[in-house]
């Protein structure tokens, strides 16, 4: 099978299959990517460990911080207490919610996507919000993105450049 083909089969696997956990699985949110395919996850009790990505996920399938797996314990590890198995997406959370198995620690939060989204109505509101604000909020540029890799040039006129353009002006 080839690497194209190999990719495809597992990327439909991820999106179409609806798994539900098995009684040794738990779900678990990724806090973060350590190297080397490890990645730090904890459970909805608040229980941190390392987790392994296998060879099948590995430059096919990405995860980022705050997304949810299925993980499959490993009894013998040390670092390493499990391995993923399979990566939920926001219809997979939906589903496990209908079915009930999802984790109570997990009930509130949301997926990145619906938290940087939110709901119609909030953000709505949020609109409704900035419009009855100051003007001064209309000026406020603090919020803009400052891009820290490039030199900060200023840009000021000088008195001296002022009185050059008045003269040539005066003898024209």
Request: aromatic share 6%.
């Amino acid at each position: 099978m080839s690497k194209a083909t190999k990719r495809k089969h597992v990327v439909k696997e991820v999106l179409e299959d609806y798994v539900t956990p098995t009684e040794d699985q738990q779900i678990m949110r990724v806090l973060g990517s350590n190297g080397n395919n490890l990645h730090e996850a904890v459970t909805g009790s608040g229980e941190r460990f390392l987790l392994s990505m296998p060879t099948k996920f590995r430059k096919n399938i990405w995860i980022k911080r705050g997304d949810f797996v299925i993980v499959d314990p490993i009894k013998e590890g040390g670092k390493v207490k499990g391995e993923i198995s399979f990566i939920l997406y926001r219809d997979h959370i939906q589903h496990l919610r209908k079915l009930g198995v999802w984790p109570e620690g997990f009930q509130e939060d949301r997926t990145s996507g619906e938290r940087n989204e939110g709901t119609p109505k909030e953000r709505r509101e949020g609109k409704e919000e900035e419009e009855e604000g100051d003007s001064e909020s209309e000026d406020d540029d603090s919020d803009l993105f400052v891009n820290t890799n490039r030199a900060t040039v200023l840009y000021s006129e000088s008195e001296e450049e002022t009185d050059e353009d008045e003269e040539n002006k005066g003898r024209t």
